[in-house]
T-cell receptor, first 117, second 113 residues
Framework: GAVVSQHPSRVICKSGTSVKIECRSL??????MFWYRQFPKKSLMLMAT?????????EQGVEKDKFLINHASLTLSTLTVTSAHPEDSSFYIC?????????????FGPGTRLTVL | AQSVTQLGSHVSVSEGALVLLRCNYS??????LFWYVQYPNQGLQLLLK??????LVKGINGFEAEFKKSETSFHLTKPSAHMSDAAEYFC???????????FGQGTELSVKP
């Protein structure tokens, strides 16, 4: 199957700093990628849809200025958590759908654990 | 609003026993249906999916699920649980090809020796 990577896998930062998380589709191109946030023992919450060459589409309640998304190429989307605070600590997961099939199956990255001190 | 419900946030079975994890969706239009498994601190791995065709779908690790339109359900089963099946399981649906997924709340499966 297709492979999606995330970097870093784990990051610890101080409150007030910004953190960038990368999501890459390694063996296929993705014009769309999705960013999720997962709290402990909770389900995945869709934050935004990343669109190559255009602005991201954010879900209701997600702060655009805090969670900056850039879809720089057909294989890379980045999520930047700006001025991070402890409440931003979470597990962030990206996914990317493949194309060219009857159904565009989504493949998930391994996730990034963010801890804000 | 369209939604997905997983009945039971935690299911515990004995090793070798039947595993049944329930998933229902709310919509008159059948969606594409998925089951994912997540191990601690890892991403999601697709177990199986239903898009079209046969309503009984077989997946990896001995799991299978049956799409029942009349019941708007897509329950996940495995005849005999193994210790390695202990994980979090998510049911997800979408009504658009390649579109965003709507996830259920998740069910944590514990397997007792």
């Amino acid at each position: 199957g297709a492979v999606v990577s995330q970097h870093p896998s784990r990051v610890i930062c101080k409150s007030g700093t910004s953190v960038k998380i990368e999501c890459r589709s390694l063996d296929f191109q993705a014009t769309t990628m999705f960013w999720y946030r997962q709290f402990p023992k909770k389900s995945l919450m869709l934050m935004a849809t990343s669109n190559e060459g255009s602005k991201a589409t954010y879900e209701q309640g997600v702060e655009k200025d805090k969670f900056l998304i850039n879809h720089a190429s057909l294989t890379l989307s980045t999520l930047t958590v700006t001025s991070a605070h402890p409440e931003d600590s979470s597990f962030y997961i990206c996914s990317a759908p493949t194309s060219g099939r009857s159904y565009n199956e989504q493949f998930f990255g391994p996730g990034t654990r963010l801890t804000v001190l | 609003a369209q939604s997905v419900t997983q009945l039971g946030s935690h299911v515990s079975v004995s090793e070798g026993a039947l595993v049944l994890l329930r998933c229902n969706y709310s919509s008159s239009v059948p969606p594409y249906l998925f089951w994912y498994v997540q191990y601690p601190n890892q991403g999601l791995q697709l177990l199986l999916k239903y898009t079209t065709g046969a309503t009984l779908v077989k997946g990896i690790n001995g799991f299978e699920a049956e799409f029942k339109k009349s019941e708007t359900s897509f329950h996940l089963t495995k005849p005999s649980a193994h210790m390695s099946d202990a994980a979090e399981y998510f049911c997800a649906v979408t009504w658009n090809q390649g579109g965003k997924l709507i996830f259920g709340q998740g069910t944590e499966l514990s397997v007792k020796p």
